[in-house]
Antibody
Framework: QVQLVESGGGVVQPGRSLRLSCAAS????????MYWVRQAPGKGLEWVAV????????YYADSVRGRFTISRDNSKNTLYLQMNSLRTDDTAVYYC????????????????WGQGSQVTVSS | EVVLTQSPGTLSLSPGERATLSCRAS???????LAWYQQKPGQAPRLLIY???YRATAIPDRFSGSESGTDFTLTISRLEPEDFAVYYC?????????FGGGTKVEIK
């Protein structure tokens, strides 16, 4: 059974940094593009970033570009999200999610999601 | 950016009734690249429909999707107790990927 397990969330002050991890198992992680999607309290879903299967291509939402960095370590089956210069409006549950397709095509919708990691930015 | 507007915000229905959820796109969605997800409290979203009308693996056939131009519809033919949740549409035909604001289906 495919598993995605996020970790690294917590409470942080505005302007500080945090790194989220997403450990993948029970599938060939290196074959799939991976995403971060977030959900602010009581709000809807917002796509944050995507990384291609081999890490060569990365794309970001305008709201996080220049502050967040997505990366992956295929030898460790782990996805990361480095979040710098955090703002109060970055407060959300952050989900990692797997692209429906494998290989170098970014299909853009998701068949497996992690359980989420809460990030709270507050002074 | 494709803006998705979901309506109604909340749908109050009884088990066994039919639910019709709407998702309107601000512009054409390339190649019907629209998905629907179900989310229950404290859980991650679950893929229901992709390509506007194709059921994902293991999704019961009481869930169906359709499209007409820039209007997309998710229909639940007969609501089961486990179907009361929030539903989101998402387009993946253009960048950035965008989601609708959600429709909550609650027990009347």
């Amino acid at each position: 059974q495919v598993q995605l397990v996020e970790s690294g969330g917590g409470v942080v002050q505005p302007g500080r940094s945090l790194r989220l991890s997403c450990a993948a198992s029970e599938f060939t992680f290196s074959n799939y593009a991976m995403y971060w999607v977030r959900q602010a309290p009581g709000k809807g879903l917002e796509w944050v970033a995507v990384i291609s299967f081999d890490g060569t291509n990365k794309y970001y939402a305008d709201s996080v570009r220049g502050r967040f960095t997505i990366s992956r370590d295929n030898s460790k089956n782990t996805l990361y999200l480095q979040m710098n210069s955090l703002r109060t409006d970055d407060t959300a549950v952050y989900y990692c999610a797997r692209d429906i397709d494998y290989g170098d095509h970014l299909e853009g919708y998701f068949d497996y999601w992690g359980q989420g990691s809460q990030v709270t930015v507050s002074s | 950016e494709v803006v998705l507007t979901q309506s109604p915000g909340t749908l109050s229905l009884s088990p066994g009734e039919r639910a019709t959820l709407s998702c309107r796109a601000s512009q054409s969605v390339s190649k019907s690249r629209l998905a629907w997800y179900q989310q229950k409290p404290g859980q991650a979203p679950r893929l229901l429909i992709y390509g506007a009308s194709y059921r994902a693996t293991a999704i019961p056939d009481r869930f169906s999707g359709s499209e007409s131009g820039t209007d997309f519809t998710l229909t639940i033919s007969r609501l089961e107790p486990e179907d009361f949740a929030v539903y989101y549409c998402q387009q993946y035909g253009g960048s950035p990927l965008t989601f609708g604001g959600g429709t909550k289906v609650e027990i009347k």
